[in-house]
């Protein structure tokens, strides 16, 4: 759940360009500064036990949900199998995922999420790097390609991708199925909750967005010193993350410690994020989590972000709430919400924090 925002800001290097130069020391806007709190960038434990594994075509078993309740009251996501969705398109977008990253920096440049050639304005949609609004700002080692995909009639296909040719119509096909997975999951929620099982999805209008963001992560130096994505919970309502399943790097927290996270070829990692935090009360909360960098290898990921509509207004779900269950959460308008998402977002805080009553 990405805000909007059209500043000034100085165009950076992009990272592919920086780790093909072959640096040896990152710039000093990648490092991480020991007062931010991060600790050793290479201190972090195996997971403490079997990843959650769920089966989304068993859900309506007791037991099957029982471990979604587990998974999500300990780590805040999961990951999904037998979702429906085949191998074979699962490796056909990863594979136009690299050919895209793999073209010359010309051709990808055409798809630029700077609004004008002089690099002075950026927007969210579009291939780059991370907004620069300070000098003293620490940057994320990756590089995105992060395109909207819903609703279908904004798609903007002028930051699409022309090559290579079966982008489109793969990342169409793909989008249209994680839509019904996060439909389902949804759903799933809601009946551990004891609510009206159409309540979540009911939140999401005809005009909630939905985006698409390829995170492109080149090798690293220095990966004590820099994070590949800093500490952060995700805005929106629901991600659905397609993760690398040769190179690791994303970690969650839990308990004040990181924790390596494995990946399981052909599998999604469905995390929550903070708009369902706040309509669940806080019962179940998003995850804290990060991706550390690799010195040797590349990283690919997709996280599909689905959020509600702009006007929504974030509220714990009244079926929720009684004379033993307060209300955990303020009001606010989704739309203020993303508001105060990237400043708290940059200084590796949470914004969800200062609506907790």
């Given at each position: 759940?990405?805000?909007s925002d059209?500043?000034?800001m ?59 309740r587990?998974?999500l ?11 429906g ?6 490796d ?14 010309e ?23 991370d ?9 994320n ?20 991708p022309?090559?290579?040719e079966?982008f ?5 096909e793909?989008a249209?199925r994680?839509?019904k997975i ?5 759903r ?7 609510i009206?099982?159409d ?7 005809n005009?909630?967005?939905?985006f ?5 992560y ?7 010193l820099?994070?590949?994505?800093r500490p ?5 309502l629901?991600?659905i ?11 969650v ?5 990181w924790?390596?996270?494995p ?5 999604l990692l469905?995390?929550?994020a903070?708009c369902?935090e ?13 991706v550390?960098?690799?010195?040797k290898k590349d990283r690919?990921?997709?996280a ?5 509509d ?17 209300p955990r959460?303020r ?13 708290h977002f940059r200084q590796?805080?949470?914004?969800i924090?200062?609506?907790?009553i």
């Amino acid at each position: 759940m990405a805000p909007s925002d059209e500043s000034p800001m100085v165009r950076p290097t992009t990272v592919q360009e920086l780790a093909a130069a072959g640096v040896e020391e990152p710039p000093r806007q990648y490092v991480v500064q020991e007062q931010d709190g991060h600790g050793d960038l290479l201190a972090a434990d195996e997971f403490p036990e079997p990843i959650p594994l769920i089966d989304l075509t068993r859900l309506t078993d007791a037991d099957e949900a029982e471990r979604l309740r587990a998974a999500l009251q300990t780590w805040g996501f999961f990951l999904a199998t037998n979702h429906g969705i085949e191998d074979s398109l699962m490796d056909a977008i990863t594979s136009v995922s690299r050919e895209f990253f793999r073209q010359p920096a010309e051709e990808k440049q055409k798809c630029s999420n700077l609004v004008d050639g002089n690099g002075e304005h950026y927007q969210v949609e579009g291939y780059g790097s991370d907004k620069v609004v300070s000098e003293d700002q620490v940057l994320n080692w990756n590089d995105r390609l992060h395109l909207r995909v819903e609703p279908e009639d904004e798609r903007n296909f002028a930051k699409w991708p022309s090559h290579p040719e079966s982008f489109r119509d793969v990342l169409h096909e793909y989008a249209s199925r994680i839509k019904k997975i996060r439909d389902l999951v949804l759903r799933s929620i809601a009946k551990l909750l004891e609510i009206d099982e159409d309540y979540f999805v009911n939140q999401i209008s005809n005009k909630a967005s939905g985006f698409a963001r390829f995170n492109y992560y080149p090798p690293c130096p220095r990966p004590d010193l820099v994070l590949g994505l800093r500490p952060h919970t995700d805005g929106g309502l629901l991600t659905i993350l397609l993760n690398d399943d040769t190179v690791g790097g994303l970690q969650v927290q839990r308990d004040g410690r990181w924790y390596n996270v494995p990946a399981k070829p052909h599998t999604l990692l469905v995390n929550l994020a903070d708009c369902l935090e706040i309509m669940n009360n806080g019962i179940f909360r998003s995850p804290f989590h990060r991706v550390v960098t690799n010195f040797k290898k590349d990283r690919l990921s997709l996280a599909m972000f689905y959020a509600v509509d702009a006007e929504t207004m974030l509220e714990p779900a009244p079926g929720l709430l009684d004379g033993k269950r307060p209300p955990r959460y303020r009001k606010i308008l989704a739309k203020d919400f993303v508001a105060g998402l990237f400043e708290h977002f940059r200084q590796g805080k949470r914004f969800i924090n200062t609506l907790k009553i």
